[in-house]
């Protein structure tokens, strides 16, 4: 049977995160957000950035920012951590310096997506292309040579949105996978926050359950202790659920830390020492809480220096690689975030999308020129959105927090992710209630939103997961005789990605 139209609303469209009941219950019948009579705008602010037509206050855009902070505030110091420790040829990452200019990066270009996208997406150095930049950093070019790749790799993308193409991409992706991608994503998320808790870990033959199958150590008990308390102040509609969640758990993980002298899980090796120890920052009180920032990473880049490193069509099929990560992640969280939050459309699209994907395409070239590595958007203002966030707001208050962050990077390094990972899971399971809109009976759409929801997790990459639906569906589709329901972009999309998969042999050849 052709798919049918849905309605957008998600977790989201039931009432976020500390409604009343009255308030959810006005929500159930709730008209979408174009739909009733409009919403006469209280002052400037409240036009610019249309918190009331949103449904939305002041009050919930900046709590809902503060948990966005909170919530990736880790990627203040996980960014420097990845990126200081490689194997960096010709170049040793200075841990301070990628600390600053991480949060600088991240803060205005959070600032600026909330004052032109004006909708509540943080952005920051994506760890998935960081993974693909570390392999090509030690093993064939300069670090400057592989961010003049990045660079290249964000003005195309932009050039890809200034023409419509990024945004035709968006909306060319069917509803069924769209769906697909959000509960996908909620999944994702909830195996991260495991992940960074120590809950799940790598193991024979795949993960391993906690420390020899068990849930040993504080860390862990801290970790349980937020999930529990989070979970119950979102079942009973608390205002700021997640924030308090992180809020608790960072101050008994500071109290465990003084008592018990835990330490770090890893050593200085880098290898695991201690099981039962914090898994990224030990959560104790700093010494000081303001440093000054240094920004000397800063404008480290050689534009065309990777071109004669490697030769043009290798550095172009480096770009591509990280080209294709960059473009679908954003389109995997748009969706997903959105859905979270009932701003989509009835075809799953973010309305005035254009942008939103022009700053995170700006973001990718900003973060390479900065030296810190492509800047994208990040799934976990998903969290922020489950408090209440709806508009730009949110992301300013976001992003004046990095800012801040770059003058009390020891302050920020207080928040274990055992502190963090609770808010994760919870939003996940408010993500995954999407799932109940899918389409169950045809396998031609079945199989390829399971191929989407299953490779995000298990190949911890959103961009696996909607190639692999891509592709499937593609095929599927034709295969049953409905290739002309097929978007004629959706072929561009799945070739691209069939040249994705296909990377490595290439890269061989070449």
């Given at each position: 049977?052709?798919?049918?139209?849905?309605?957008?609303?998600?977790?989201?469209?039931?009432?976020?995160?500390?409604?009343?009941?009255?308030?959810?219950?006005?929500?159930?019948?709730?008209?979408?957000?174009?739909?009733?009579?409009?919403?006469?705008?209280?002052?400037?602010?409240?036009?610019?950035?249309?918190?009331?037509?949103?449904?939305?206050?002041?009050?919930?855009?900046?709590?809902?920012?503060?948990?966005?902070?909170?919530?990736?505030?880790?990627?203040?110091?996980?960014?420097?951590?990845?990126?200081?420790?490689?194997?960096?040829?010709?170049?040793?990452?200075?841990?301070?310096?990628v600390a600053a200019v991480t949060a600088l990066v991240a803060g205005v270009?959070?600032?600026?997506?909330?004052?032109?996208?004006?909708?509540?997406?943080?952005?920051?150095?994506?760890?998935?292309?960081?993974?693909?930049?570390?392999?090509?950093?030690?093993?064939?070019?300069?670090?400057?040579?592989?961010?003049?790749?990045?660079?290249?790799?964000?003005?195309?993308?932009?050039?890809?949105?200034?023409?419509?193409?990024?945004?035709a991409v968006f909306e060319a992706i069917p509803p069924q996978l769209k769906t697909a991608i959000a509960v996908g994503i909620g999944f994702f998320l909830t195996i991260i926050g495991l992940a960074d808790a120590g809950v799940i870990r790598p193991g024979t033959p795949l993960i391993s359950f906690g420390v020899g199958g068990q849930l040993a150590g504080w860390p862990l008990l801290v970790f349980v202790v937020g999930l529990l308390l989070t979970a119950v102040l979102v079942v009973r509609r608390v205002r700021g659920a997640l924030l308090i969640g992180i809020v608790v758990s960072t101050v008994l993980a500071i109290v465990v830390e003084a008592v018990a002298s835990i330490g770090p899980r890893t050593g200085a090796d880098g290898s695991e020492a201690n099981p039962r120890g914090w898994a990224l920052q030990v959560p104790s009180l700093p010494s000081e809480v303001v440093s000054a920032p240094d920004l000397s990473l800063v404008g480290q880049f050689s534009l065309f220096g990777g071109f004669e490193r490697i030769g043009v069509v290798a550095a172009l099929l480096v770009v591509f690689s990280i080209m294709i990560a960059d473009f679908f992640d954003t389109v995997g969280t748009v969706t997903a975030v959105g859905a979270e939050g009932d701003l989509l459309d009835e075809r799953r699209n973010l309305p005035g999308s254009q942008p939103v994907l022009l700053v995170d395409s700006v973001a990718a070239a900003a973060g390479g020129a900065a030296g810190v590595s492509s800047n994208t958007t990040y799934i976990e203002s998903?969290?922020?959105?489950?408090?209440?966030?709806?508009?730009?707001?949110?992301?300013?208050?976001?992003?004046?927090?990095?800012?801040?962050?770059?003058?009390?990077?020891?302050?920020?390094?207080?928040?274990?992710?055992?502190?963090?990972?609770?808010?994760?899971?919870?939003?996940?399971?408010?993500?995954?209630?999407?799932?109940?809109?899918?389409?169950?009976?045809?396998?031609?759409?079945?199989?390829p939103a399971f191929l989407t929801i299953a490779l995000m997790p298990f190949t911890y990459s959103i961009t696996n997961g909607i190639g692999a639906g891509v592709i499937s569906y593609v095929l599927l589709r034709t295969a049953v005789g409905r290739g002309r329901e097929v978007h004629p972009l959706m072929w561009v999309i799945a070739a691209a990605f069939v040249v994705y998969f296909a990377l490595e042999p290439l890269q061989q050849l070449f």
């Open positions: 049977m052709p798919e049918k139209s849905r309605p957008s609303g998600g977790a989201g469209a039931a009432g976020h995160v500390g409604d009343t009941p009255a308030d959810v219950s006005a929500g159930a019948s709730r008209p979408r957000r174009s739909e009733g009579p409009r919403i006469r705008p209280r002052n400037g602010l409240d036009r610019f950035f249309s918190i009331s037509a949103r449904r939305s206050t002041v009050g919930r855009e900046v709590r809902g920012g503060l948990t966005t902070f909170f919530t990736m505030a880790y990627i203040v110091v996980l960014n420097p951590i990845i990126l200081s420790g490689a194997d960096i040829t010709g170049a040793t990452l200075p841990f301070g310096a270009l959070t600032i600026l997506m909330g004052v032109v996208g004006r909708y509540p997406f943080a952005l920051a150095a994506g760890l998935g292309i960081n993974a693909i930049v570390a392999v090509f950093a030690a093993t064939q070019l300069a670090w400057p040579e592989i961010m003049g790749l990045i660079v290249v790799e964000g003005l195309l993308i932009t050039v890809l949105v200034l023409t419509g193409f990024r945004k998903a969290s922020g959105v489950a408090d209440g966030a709806r508009t730009g707001l949110a992301s300013v208050v976001t992003g004046v927090l990095f800012l801040l962050a770059m003058f009390f990077t020891p302050l920020v390094q207080v928040v274990p992710s055992e502190a963090a990972a609770p808010a994760l899971v919870v939003v996940g399971a408010l993500m995954i209630t999407q799932i109940r809109t899918l389409e169950w009976d045809d396998m031609s759409l079945v199989i």
